[in-house]
């Protein structure tokens, strides 16, 4: 028994010396398929080419050896993408699942149109942007993501929303499409959003300009 695991630790040791002294450029040298095909998908036909341009220039050589590291960097820096998967298919074949991100509203930065992601980036405006909300002021994109949280988990629906105005005292305000603005108060905006639409609701026979919550227990339209 003592000689059998004499045996395998000397097989271990001599397996370990064999595999240290084959550094990366010695393996390099063995023959492995080079890459030859990469399947990008996720995001339109236009997008997913500027991607796969990205990843071919990283000129990759074969599978086994493949940078994921720069391919990550790509996929981390692009605007587009809230997640992805790469996998390998051998002997040859990489793939790139990609989940696109979702835009939630429009914003300006020195003076260009921005649309922000769900996944708290940036990207340049486009035609597709016409009918998502405009933030005027300048709230960090942190700020309105956890804005966005207390929407979401209102009775409002997103496309009834036409502007959302931030103030430096870090207080929101929601114009809707009809026109009615709801001034939501800076302490508690999840209950001011929920008094106001509650509101709303019973009273939707009225002519009303706005609706203020910023105060507790108290609601001021203004008609």
């Given at each position: 028994?003592?000689?059998?695991?004499?045996?395998?630790?000397?097989?271990?040791?001599?397996?370990?010396?064999?595999?240290?002294?084959?550094?990366?450029?010695?393996?390099?040298?063995?023959?492995?398929?080079?890459?030859?095909?990469?399947?990008?998908?996720?995001?339109?036909?236009?997008?997913?080419?500027?991607?796969?341009?990205?990843?071919?220039?990283?000129?990759?050589?074969?599978?086994?050896?493949?940078?994921?590291?720069?391919?990550?960097?790509?996929?981390?820096?692009?605007?587009l993408i809230q997640s992805y998967k790469i996998s390998k298919q051998y002997p040859s074949t990489l793939n790139i699942q990609i989940e696109k991100t979702n835009f939630l509203a429009k914003t300006n930065v020195d003076g260009q149109v921005f649309l922000i992601g769900s996944n708290g980036k940036l990207t340049k405006s486009n035609t597709y942007s016409e009918f998502l909300p405009f933030i005027f002021g300048k709230p960090k994109i942190e700020e309105f993501l956890k804005f966005k949280k207390i929407i979401d988990n209102s009775n409002i629906l997103p496309k009834e929303i036409k502007s959302f105005y931030y103030f430096k005292s870090?207080?929101?305000?929601i114009e809707l499409q009809n026109g009615i603005v709801l001034k939501l108060s800076k302490e508690n905006p999840k209950n001011s959003l929920d008094e106001a639409l509650l509101f709303l609701n019973d009273n939707n026979f009225l002519k009303i300009n706005s609706v203020d919550t910023r105060i507790k227990n108290q609601i001021i339209i203004n008609d």
């Open positions: 028994m003592h000689t059998r695991k004499s045996k395998k630790i000397l097989l271990y040791l001599f397996l370990l010396v064999i595999l240290a002294s084959i550094n990366n450029k010695s393996l390099n040298k063995l023959k492995f398929d080079k890459v030859s095909e990469i399947n990008i998908s996720g995001l339109n036909e236009t997008d997913n080419k500027k991607i796969l341009k990205d990843i071919i220039s990283l000129n990759l050589e074969n599978l086994f050896f493949i940078n994921i590291v720069e391919i990550v960097r790509i996929m981390e820096t692009n605007s870090k207080r929101w305000d």
